[in-house]
């Protein structure tokens, strides 16, 4: 693992070595489903990584979409960062209460708008936990910092785009749903969506991609379950998933493997699966 500007994981060794540096911020990105029964902030409030930051992904997102937490625009992710006290020169870390899960998309976001000095904590929080490492209850102390963003448009895709490469088979669309969400056997978590998968897309759930501490499998690992589920390496890739977020946990590993052309379906399945006119496919 390089020490100087990660863009993809760093070991929790890693963070703890870095702990002290002024240059270094991290982020609590965990975030759940509603079913989970789990808030965020306040287990953020209980016991969070020492310096770490709260970023809410409903609260970061478009206010004016009525999709769920959809990428903000630029003005607000810089607001909000340079609230946070995170901006240029900073190495930032970001990691979830799940292990691996939505800090993939707080990661994909950062990359978004051009900070690619953006890693994940490999394992995240339960990770750290279990290694005895220290954690506080108490909020670091913000002060403002100048942030330059620069959107990366080749790294998002709206139904649009996605509809033509469905179409037009000229990019890969990769699900990290479930397999049987992705076949339409088990119903989506949010109501009133149908069920089943865009055409001509593949199934990867984003569970394969990881162990089961919540770390990501290594490179040589990944290349193989790639490899296994069709998905070509030199061609173009779309990610989606159910509203966006585990569809970034894809991206995080094409990005490990050296794969430049990938982007994510924000809208995901939470608008694809609410409009009739949009074709479905199912097993």
């Known amino acids: 693992m390089p020490n100087s500007n990660p863009t993809t994981l760093v ?22 489903l509603p079913q989970a029964a789990r808030d965020p902030k306040a287990e953020y409030d209980a016991a969070h990584i020492p310096g770490a930051r709260f970023f809410d992904i ?33 190495q930032v870390v970001i ?22 000095d953006t ?5 995240g929080l339960p990770k750290w ?3 005895g490492r220290a954690t ?7 002060r403002d910092r100048h942030m330059t963003v620069v959107r990366n448009a080749q790294l998002i895709k709206d139904v649009t785009q996605v509809a033509a490469a469905s179409k037009l088979k000229e990019a890969q669309i990769v699900d990290a749903r479930s397999a049987a969400r992705f076949a339409g056997e088990a119903p989506e978590p949010r109501a009133g969506l149908r069920s089943g998968h865009i055409p001509n897309s593949i199934s990867l759930p984003f569970t394969e991609l990881l162990n089961s501490d919540g770390t990501m499998k290594s490179d040589a690992e990944l290349a193989l379950i790639m490899a296994a589920k069709g998905v070509d390496m030199k061609a173009p ?11 970034a946990i894809i991206n995080l590993a094409l ?7 990938h982007s994510l379906y924000d809208g995901s399945w939470a608008e694809w699966g609410m409009y009739n006119d949009l074709k479905v496919a199912k097993g």
């Open 11 to 32: 070991s929790t060794d890693w963070l703890a070595r870095h702990l002290g540096s002024p240059d270094i911020r991290i982020i609590d990105a965990s975030w759940y």
């Open 255 to 261: 990005a490990r493997l050296g794969h430049k052309q």
């Open 58 to 90: 409903d609260d970061i997102s478009d206010s004016l979409s009525d999709l769920p937490h959809m990428a903000p625009p630029p003005e607000k992710f810089i607001s909000r960062m340079r609230a946070m006290g995170i901006g240029d020169g900073h």
């Open 119 to 123: 890693a994940v904590l490999d394992g």
């Open 237 to 247: 890739v779309i990610t989606t998933c159910g509203s966006g977020v585990t569809a």
């Open 95 to 116: 990691y979830d209460g799940a292990g691996l899960n939505s800090a993939a998309r707080v990661w994909w976001l950062f990359h978004l708008f051009g900070k690619t």
């Open 136 to 142: 506080e209850d108490m909020p670091p102390v913000l």
């Open 129 to 131: 936990l279990a290694e």
